[in-house]
C-alpha cells in the first residue's frame, strides 16, 4: 500500500526566507513519481514540481526544488526567498508505476508567511 | 488562459435536489478525474474516465454519478446531496500514455457546494 506522510500541519515563516515542507513516502514499487501541488485560498490546486523516481538530480523550476532522498524515502519542497504569495496549503502527491492514472495526496502543510 | 474550467465556482443545493457540476478541459487530455475536498483535507478521490472507460472508487458512495460524454467535457451529479455533500469539488484532467509516472494532473479552480 502506498502512503504519503506530511508531518508538519502549519508552518509560519518571516518573507525573504527559506522553506523546508517535509514529505515521506512508502512504496513497495521501484518506479514511481512524486509531486507537490500549492492551493491557495481561491482553492486550484497548482502543479509546482515533479520527481521520478529514476531521476539522478533533484528536480527545480524557478524557486521550488525537491530534495529527493530515495534511501530515506523523503521528498521535501524547499522554497527560496519567500513571497507572501507563497502563503498557501502545499500538498505532497505520489503516484506508482502499477497505479499510473491515479495519485495519491498528503494530508498538507499551510504554509504562512510574515511580512 | 484557463486550461480545465469548472463551473459554476460556488453553487447552493437544497438537501435532496439533483444537483450537477460541469467540467471542461482544453488540453485534450484522455484522463479526467473528480475529487472532493473538505475543509482543511486532501482532496479524495471519487471517480476518474480513463478515455471512456469510467473508474469508480471503492469507497464513493452510489449518490454520486459521472457522465463523460466527450474528450472535453466531464459532469459530477449528486442525484440526492446530504449536508455531508458540502465541499469543494475539484476536476482534474491528465494524459497518461501506458505506465508512465510522470502524469501531472491538472486541476480546475474547483466548484465550492453548499447544501442548505
Known amino acids: 500500500a502506498q502512503k504519503i506522510t506530511q508531518t508538519q500541519p502549519g508552518m509560519f515563516v518571516q518573507e525573504k526566507e527559506a522553506v523546508t515542507l517535509d514529505c515521506t513516502y512508502d512504496?513497495?514499487?521501484?518506479?514511481?513519481?512524486l509531486f507537490w501541488y500549492k492551493q491557495p485560498s481561491s482553492g486550484e490546486m497548482i502543479f509546482l514540481i515533479y520527481q521520478g523516481s529514476y531521476d539522478q538530480q533533484n528536480a527545480t523550476e524557478g524557486r521550488y526544488s525537491l530534495n529527493f532522498q530515495k534511501a530515506r524515502k523523503s521528498a521535501n519542497l524547499v522554497i527560496s526567498a519567500s513571497q507572501l504569495g507563497d502563503s498557501a496549503m502545499y500538498f505532497c502527491?505520489?503516484?506508482?508505476?502499477?497505479?499510473?492514472?491515479?495519485?495519491?495526496f498528503g494530508s498538507g502543510t499551510r504554509l504562512s508567511i510574515r511580512p | 488562459d484557463a486550461m480545465v474550467i469548472q463551473n459554476p465556482r460556488y453553487q447552493v443545493t437544497q438537501f435532496g435536489k439533483p444537483v450537477t457540476l460541469s467540467c471542461s478541459q482544453t488540453l485534450n487530455h484522455n484522463v479526467m478525474y473528480w475529487y472532493q475536498q473538505k475543509s482543511s483535507q486532501a482532496p479524495k478521490l471519487l471517480f476518474h474516465y480513463y478515455d471512456k472507460d469510467f473508474n469508480n472508487e471503492a469507497d464513493t458512495p452510489d449518490n454520486f454519478q459521472s457522465r463523460r460524454p466527450n474528450t472535453s467535457f466531464c459532469f459530477l451529479d449528486i442525484r440526492s446531496p446530504g449536508l455531508g455533500d458540502a465541499a469543494m469539488y475539484l476536476c482534474a484532467t491528465s494524459r497518461v500514455a501506458g505506465a508512465a509516472t510522470r502524469n501531472i494532473q491538472y486541476f480546475g479552480a474547483g466548484t465550492r457546494l453548499s447544501v442548505l
Open positions: 512504496t513497495s514499487d521501484p518506479s514511481y513519481g
Open positions: 502527491a505520489m503516484r506508482e508505476y502499477s497505479s499510473a492514472s491515479k495519485i495519491i
